[in-house]
């Protein structure tokens, strides 16, 4: 069965049904760049601050060494804490600390948190849509988009990044100049 989507009929700017989803499809984003929320982003940065002073730090300190809007930060930990990666204490020893070692939570583990799966196509999982059978080349590139956005997000922990200890395939894919490259 062949579904039809008419691009000009999503409601709103160009943009991912959910804020933060990496855009598969190329009225994902205007220009078809992939779109990463600044939630995933800002939590990511806090994350990897946190791991590297190991020590716990509060929602303020964490906001003012990655130059978040702190509100705004403390919206994103909120998220992080119900999920049970990070957890938060009061008093002298005040901060927010990790549930489990940073080198357990992976990057994929935060995006998924905050933004929901890692790639959807009109806000559907890759695999779900039906496409004819001459399209269905289609689909298979978007799973396989997805499967290369999980080498990368499910192999990366806080630790890594914190470490700058990037995996050997993390690191040959940002040694290609062309990766730095906007098209």
Same mark, same amino acid.
């Given at each position: 069965?062949f579904?039809?989507?008419d691009?000009?009929s999503c409601?709103?700017? *160009?943009?991912?049904?959910?804020?933060?989803? @990496?855009a598969v499809?190329?009225?994902?984003?205007?220009d078809?760049r992939?779109?990463?929320?600044?939630?995933a982003?800002y939590?990511?940065r806090?994350?990897?601050?946190?791991?590297a *002073?190991?020590?716990p730090?509060?929602?303020?300190e964490?906001a003012?060494?990655?130059?978040?809007?702190?509100?705004?930060?403390?919206?994103i930990?909120?998220?992080?804490?119900?999920?049970?990666l990070v957890a938060s204490r009061?008093g002298?020893?005040?901060?927010?600390?990790?549930?489990?070692?940073?080198?357990?939570?992976? *990057?994929?583990?935060v995006m998924?948190v905050l933004?929901g799966p890692?790639a959807?196509v009109?806000g559907l999982?890759?695999?779900?849509?039906?496409y004819?059978e *001459?399209?269905?080349?289609?689909?298979e @590139?978007w799973?396989?988009?997805?499967?290369?956005l999980?080498? @990368?997000?499910?192999?990366?922990?806080?630790?890594?990044?914190?470490?700058?200890?990037?995996?050997?395939? @993390?690191?040959?894919?940002?040694?290609?100049t062309?990766?730095?490259?906007?098209r």
């Amino acid at each position: 069965m062949f579904n039809s989507f008419d691009p000009a009929s999503c409601s709103g700017p *160009a943009a991912p049904s959910r804020p933060g989803v @990496v855009a598969v499809a190329p009225w994902g984003h205007e220009d078809g760049r992939m779109y990463i929320s600044a939630r995933a982003d800002y939590a990511l940065r806090a994350l990897v601050a946190l791991a590297a *002073a190991e020590r716990p730090m509060t929602a303020e300190e964490l906001a003012r060494v990655e130059e978040l809007p702190v509100n705004y930060l403390e919206n994103i930990l909120l998220d992080l804490r119900r999920a049970g990666l990070v957890a938060s204490r009061r008093g002298p020893d005040a901060g927010y600390r990790f549930v489990r070692p940073a080198g357990q939570i992976m *990057a994929a583990d935060v995006m998924r948190v905050l933004d929901g799966p890692l790639a959807e196509v009109r806000g559907l999982r890759p695999e779900i849509p039906t496409y004819s059978e *001459a399209t269905v080349p289609v689909q298979e @590139v978007w799973i396989a988009v997805r499967a290369s956005l999980r080498r @990368v997000l499910e192999q990366v922990s806080i630790e890594d990044m914190a470490r700058g200890r990037l995996p050997r395939h @993390v690191k040959q894919l940002i040694s290609d100049t062309d990766a730095w490259k906007a098209r």
